[in-house]
């Protein structure tokens, strides 16, 4: 039950003007004149319910007259009609007031031609206007760092200025805390009355129902904070669909440079979503389009398949757009491999092809396994030796007797320049020759050929095994975890390799006694890994083992520099994201979604908007673009859940009737506001004066 | 005389008019009366027991011989025409907003027509209906018992009558000057008193007037019983002249009125406050269908019926009446 107040209460007198029509009414039937009259019989006979019809219609008018001046006189003073909860809480007395504004990320809800936010600042600047001047205030801009309350004073210009500075965040807030925050800050004030008003959209995420309310010191002891909350939607449910997931990876079917991009549509409505659009673009290009029905308040999720350019593709999958756009797309970087041409030197041939070193090799390299990534061209030494390197990305010598010089310098500047080289020993391989020939360019300087055992002698010495596999390197990562299948494999003869002298080369696998398989070492831009024993069964039997093929593969993508990479991590705005820069490398420039530079620092760079960053690197002296350090930065999914808040549920977490209320807009949370009656009042009166002349009319 | 009855200029027309009319005919004035020939005729009246000094050639030997008694024969002197005004003097007759009322309106007609029948030797009674004070009005109207009556008081057979309830004065039909000026001082005094009851009068007035006598009813026959009407068609069937003015106010014809007004009757208690404008209607049809009754009942009873208007000159009601007489003389 509300009371009646007025906003002019002097004015309320002007309701007296009701006598005047009844002053009227009374002097025109004193003035109704009587007349001595023969022929009355005639006129009771002419109309005798006229005259019940004439004093009822009288006093009609009287009534509608009268009306029509108190509804005017009343409607002068302005009456409303006011709650009394909302009276208590709000009265015209000072407090110290805090304002919490709610920057988060569902506030960029665009709702009747303006974002929640701006009718959120909006109303903070009515509400400030409106304040009384004895009453200190403070801001807090609740956008999902760190709260802070400004300080507690009565300098409304500079109030002002930082409510119109305020802009609203990606990322989602926490408004349970920027309340504490403010709650706090209020204690400063000796004022007793102390109130908070909160402007927010009453996102479910954004204020914790779970927390208790919080609580204000005073000399009395702790009470509850008088909060009021401004919602910015008025009331409006907040439907929202957005991309809160993405993730990419390998298309079984589509194969090579085939990926799969799962995403995953939550909508926020009441209402299910059904045939809802999801296009994939890449560069701006649509490449392909699904549909998908999402029920309320849940998720769907939509593979789109497609097949990549080699290289970094910046990608989106992209929704119709609603009233948050900024969800409704989602970012992701994927790395394509590129092809490989790759040399391979058979060191070996025979006319057996299964005797031929090159043998498993070459079934490891087919198209019939790598998709046709990996270009292989195998020819024996003498006619590899001729060649120009410059077509290959990676160089296998298969137990390849010791090249001339000149092939090597080639091979030396070949690695030098980026190229890989892959060395697998055998019995045409000299260690020593090897070592004179090769030098710094092995990982590691041979030493002499290990026979571990005699596969011709059962009860003789147990061959060598593959005993430690570094799956952290990035040729072997696909080995993670699956590293069984190098276990039952049989070296029976290797080279042994000197001792490390200077430590930079990298083991990928060594033998059961400590020798090392498989190293690697890094050559100018190229990479050289060194195999100690055969790619045939003749020194082992792993390639008859399943991780041969693999192994070969990886090795080769990674020499050739087309090692397929996983898909960089998005990060999630709000977050500081490190670069890993190239090594020999220098950032130049880091640009953000609106293709401005945003700044780096040695921690790394804060991700303030969603989209792609892209970088350029010096390198050498030289600036080129860094797609390797691409990445894509994408919202917290929590953002986009525009659910909100059962007001009553809300008013009753902060104490209810008394302590807090919810309010559809800064009038509703004034102290003098409350149901303007004056509409209906000017409603009553005109309807009154139409029907008093109406009554008038047919009188 | 009183010259606010009787306009010198209004009689003097009228004379001239008479004068002019029984020159040209056998006399205007024979359209007020069946008989043309003039002088004094014997007619028997009634019977009255003999009595010692009656003179015996009227004794009615006839009726000696039926019953055994001796009765003389009474007559009566006839005139060339015995005329009753009869005039309505209710309260309702005082109504007039503009001008004259209608009983000042009626008093002046009914001079004038009593001037011009004694004028030409007519005799020219009064009846004067409307009193409600019945016993004080009888008592009024009756004669003195003693002494010389005033001068506008008939002393003969006046006195004799004792006057019913709805009659307030009567003057027997004399065709003297001073009867004359008797009777418009009676009317001269006359003002609105009691409540119409016209059917009494006219029953009185048949009761007093012979066969052939003009009855000239000065009335607005706004009269809440309906028997007066019949009263007048049994007065015409004693073969009675009836010649009735309808006297309304143009008020009451036209009903001007605009404001809202409370209407008082002027007989009864009955009261209205009404807005005219939204009764004018009613009233009218009311109104028109009073009078469409009245003219329609009198037109078939064979009276002669005028409606006249409060502002109509006098001498053109003379006229028109005298007209309509000649007219239906010669239809005869």
């Not at chain 1, 296998?396 to 310098?409: D, H, I, K, Y």
Request: with cysteine.
């Amino acid at each position: 039950m509300g009371e009646l107040a007025f906003q002019n209460p002097a004015l309320v007198l002007g309701g007296l003007a009701i006598a005047v029509p009844v002053a009227i009414h009374l002097l025109s039937r004193r003035r109704s004149r009587r007349l001595a009259f023969a022929a009355v019989d005639f006129i009771l006979r002419a109309k005798k319910e006229k005259v019940h019809h004439i004093k009822l219609k009288q006093l009609l008018l009287l009534l509608l007259r009268a009306l029509v001046v108190l509804c005017v006189g009343l409607a002068i003073a302005r009456p409303l009609l006011r709650p009394k909860a909302a009276a208590q809480v709000l009265g015209n007395q000072a407090a110290a007031t805090a304002l919490v504004l709610d920057g988060s990320f569902s506030m960029r809800y665009r709702l009747g031609g303006q974002t929640l936010f701006e009718r959120a600042q909006s109303d903070a600047q009515t509400l400030v206007d409106k304040l009384s001047r004895q009453s200190p205030a403070t801001l807090v801009v609740c956008d999902g760092r760190p709260p802070v309350a400004t300080r507690l004073d009565f300098d409304r210009v500079a109030l002002q200025h930082r409510i119109r500075g305020a802009r609203p965040t990606y990322r989602p807030a926490d408004v349970s805390a920027c309340i504490a925050v403010a709650a706090h800050a209020l204690q400063a004030s000796p004022l007793e009355a102390k109130r908070i008003y909160v402007l927010s959209d009453l996102a479910v995420p954004s204020i914790h129902l779970d927390e208790p309310a919080p609580m204000i010191s005073t000399p009395k002891g702790p009470v509850l904070a008088q909060v009021v909350f401004i919602d910015s939607a008025r009331g409006h449910e907040l439907p929202n669909l957005a991309v809160t997931e993405v993730k990419v990876t390998p298309s079984a079917e589509l194969g090579t440079r085939g990926f799969d991009v799962a995403a995953t549509i939550s909508n926020s409505g009441d209402r299910p979503a059904t045939g809802i659009s999801v296009a994939l673009l890449v560069g701006g290009h649509i490449l392909t389009r699904g549909f998908v029905d999402v029920p309320a308040h849940a998720s769907a999720r939509k593979v789109l398949r497609n097949r990549f350019e080699p290289g970094t593709d910046l990608g989106e999958v992209v929704l119709g757009h609603d009233a948050l756009i900024p969800d409704d797309s989602r970012a992701f970087v994927v790395n394509v491999p590129r092809d490989v041409n790759a040399l391979v030197v058979d060191g070996a041939p025979n006319d057996v092809r299964y005797r031929d070193e090159a043998f498993f090799v070459d079934a490891a390299l087919g198209p019939g396994h790598t998709g046709g990534r990996i270009h292989a061209t195998f020819l024996d030494a003498d006619a590899a030796q001729a060649l120009d390197l410059s077509d290959f990305d990676v160089v296998l010598l298969l137990n390849v007797a010791t090249p001339r010089s000149a092939f090597v310098a080639s091979l030396r500047s070949f690695v030098e320049n980026g190229g890989g080289l892959f060395i697998s020993a055998g019995d045409q391989v000299d260690p020593d020759e090897y070592n004179g020939a090769f030098g710094d360019l092995l990982p590691r300087a041979m030493h002499l050929v290990r026979t571990a055992a005699d596969p011709s002698e059962p009860d003789g010495p147990p061959p060598a095994r593959f005993a430690d596999i570094d799956v952290t390197a990035p040729a072997f990562r696909v080995f993670a975890g699956a590293t069984e299948g190098f276990d039952s494999t049989s070296v029976y003869k290797y080279v042994q390799l000197q001792p490390d002298a200077r430590g930079k080369e990298r083991v990928l696998a060594s033998f059961d006694d400590g020798s090392p398989a498989i190293i690697e070492a890094q050559r100018g831009r190229g990479r050289v890994v060194l195999y100690t024993s055969t790619v045939d069964a003749g020194w082992t039997d792993w390639p008859l083992h399943t991780t041969f093929l693999p192994a070969i593969q990886q090795l080769t993508e990674y020499l050739g520099g087309a090692l397929a990479k996983k898909p960089p991590v998005p990060s999630t705005v709000g977050a500081v994201r490190k670069l890993d820069l190239p090594s020999g490398t220098r950032l130049v420039e880091l640009k953000g979604p609106d293709g401005r530079a945003v700044q780096v620092s040695s921690s790394g760079v804060r991700v303030d908007e969603p989209g792609f960053y892209t970088a350029t690197v010096s390198e050498s002296g030289s600036v080129r673009d860094a797609p390797e350090l691409a990445f894509a930065a994408v919202l917290d999914p929590v953002a986009s859940d525009t659910r909100r808040l059962d007001p009553k549920e809300l008013a009753a977490h902060f104490g209810g009737a008394g302590h807090s209320s919810v309010a559809g807009g800064v009038e509703g949370a004034l102290p003098k506001t409350g149901t303007p009656l004056w509409t209906y009042l000017l409603v009553a009166a005109l309807a009154a004066f139409i029907g008093e002349g109406v009554l008038v009319r047919n009188g | 005389m009183p010259a606010t009855l009787l306009d010198p200029t209004t009689l003097q027309k009228l004379a001239t008019l008479q004068l002019r009319a029984r020159h040209v005919v056998e006399g205007v004035l024979t359209g007020l009366h069946k008989s043309p020939h003039q002088g004094q005729a014997v007619e028997f009246a009634e019977h009255k027991e003999y009595a010692p000094g009656d003179e015996t050639r009227h004794i009615d030997w006839r009726a000696f011989a039926r019953v055994d008694k001796y009765y003389v024969k009474k007559f009566e002197l006839e005139t060339n025409l015995r005329a009753y005004l009869v005039l309505d003097a209710s309260r309702s007759m005082a109504y007039g907003r503009r001008g004259v009322t209608k009983l000042e309106y009626a008093k002046m007609l009914g001079a004038a027509l009593a001037y011009l029948l004694v004028r030409q030797q007519d005799l020219c009674g009064l009846v004067v209906s409307g009193a409600p004070e019945a016993e004080a009005a009888a008592a009024d109207d009756l004669a003195p018992k003693t002494g010389e009556p005033p001068a506008d008081q008939p002393a003969d057979d006046a006195r004799d009558v004792r006057l019913p309830p709805s009659v307030r004065r009567y003057l027997p039909p004399r065709a003297s000057p001073a009867h004359l000026n008797g009777l418009l001082g009676v009317l001269e005094r006359l003002s609105p008193e009691g409540a119409t009851d016209l059917a009494g009068t006219i029953d009185f007035v048949a009761e007093k007037a012979q066969r052939r006598a003009l009855v000239l009813l000065l009335s607005d026959l706004f009269d809440p019983s309906p028997k007066a009407l019949a009263s007048l068609a049994k007065l015409r069937k004693r073969r009675c002249e009836v010649a009735v003015f309808h006297l309304l106010d143009r008020d009451e014809l036209d009903f001007p009125f605009d404001d809202p007004t409370d209407f008082l009757a002027l007989e009864g208690a009955s009261r209205i406050e009404a807005n005219p404008r939204s009764v004018r209607a009613g009233y009218l049809a009311e109104m028109g269908a009073f009078l469409k009754q009245t003219r329609r009942a009198l037109f078939d009873s064979d009276v002669e019926y005028a409606l006249t208007p409060t502002d109509e000159p006098l001498d053109r009601v003379l006229l028109t009446f005298l007209a309509a007489r000649r007219a239906a003389s010669r239809a005869l």
